[in-house]
């Protein structure tokens, strides 16, 4: 299976601030198979992009994805209150359909 | 507005099952592959099991495989997942998901149930 990896761990950051989150794969993903989940404490994951760079319904347009072949991030171009949270990249290019381990945006 | 409700957990020993429902509204149900999805407590995301629209096809992974049978129920709009020898390893939050609108199998998943959680000690 593909094995996704993110960094940082944890990214420091104030409000208003750019956020760069990375997923590396294990293996080439096609980049039309690839998301990113925004999860709060106590709720389920968000959908915010699929296929690399599509917004999902109702995903603020400061919310960006980019990438290919290995390596694609997640790009908040202005932090908002309510964007600290874990973030979780996925493919689903290849069954099973994996996760990364998770990048914590806290406030710093 | 869609809505996915999970119901069934709660506290087993190992060894023993579960069954977890996931009752969705506001799509056509029949038309849509579903998945499960789980979240060990302060942990990540793992993909658990999906079926087709017609339940002929099914999928597990690995860790689940040989104890864990997913199913649905078209006319009740309803998903099942029939969880027999849990583990600990089990133990987690389990969400009822919805791929994306889009044919393919492999989806990403764009509704998410509030989720159940299943602990098994």
């Known amino acids: 299976e593909i094995v996704l990896t993110q960094s940082p761990g944890t990214l420091s950051l104030s409000p208003g601030e750019r956020a760069t989150l990375s997923c590396r794969a294990s293996q080439s993903v096609d980049s039309s198979y690839l998301a990113w989940y925004q999860q709060k404490p106590g709720q389920a994951p968000r959908l915010l992009i699929y296929g690399t760079s599509s917004r999902a319904t109702g995903i603020a347009d400061r919310f960006s994805g980019s990438g290919s072949g290995t390596d694609f991030s997640l790009t908040i171009s202005r932090l908002e209150p309510e964007d600290f949270a874990v973030y979780y990249c996925q493919q689903y290019g290849y069954s099973p359909a994996t996760f990364g381990q998770g990048t914590k945006v806290e406030i710093k | 507005e869609v809505q996915l409700l999970e119901s069934g957990g709660g506290l087993v020993q190992p060894g023993e099952s579960l069954r977890l429902s996931c009752a969705a509204s506001g799509f056509t149900f029949n038309t849509y592959g579903m998945n499960w999805v789980r979240q060990a407590p302060g942990k990540g995301l793992e993909w658990v099991s999906g079926?087709?629209?017609?339940?002929?096809?099914?999928y597990y992974a690995d860790s689940v495989k040989g104890r864990f049978t997913i199913s649905r129920d078209n006319s009740k709009n309803t998903l099942y997942l029939q969880m027999n020898s849990l583990r600990a390893e089990d133990t987690a939050v389990y969400y009822c998901?919805?791929?994306?609108?889009?044919?393919?199998?492999?989806?990403?998943?764009?509704?998410w149930g509030q989720g159940t959680l299943v602990t098994v000690s």
């Open positions: 079926l087709n629209p017609g339940a002929t096809n099914t």
């Open positions: 998901v919805k791929p994306l609108p889009v044919g393919r199998w492999l989806q990403a998943y764009d509704y």
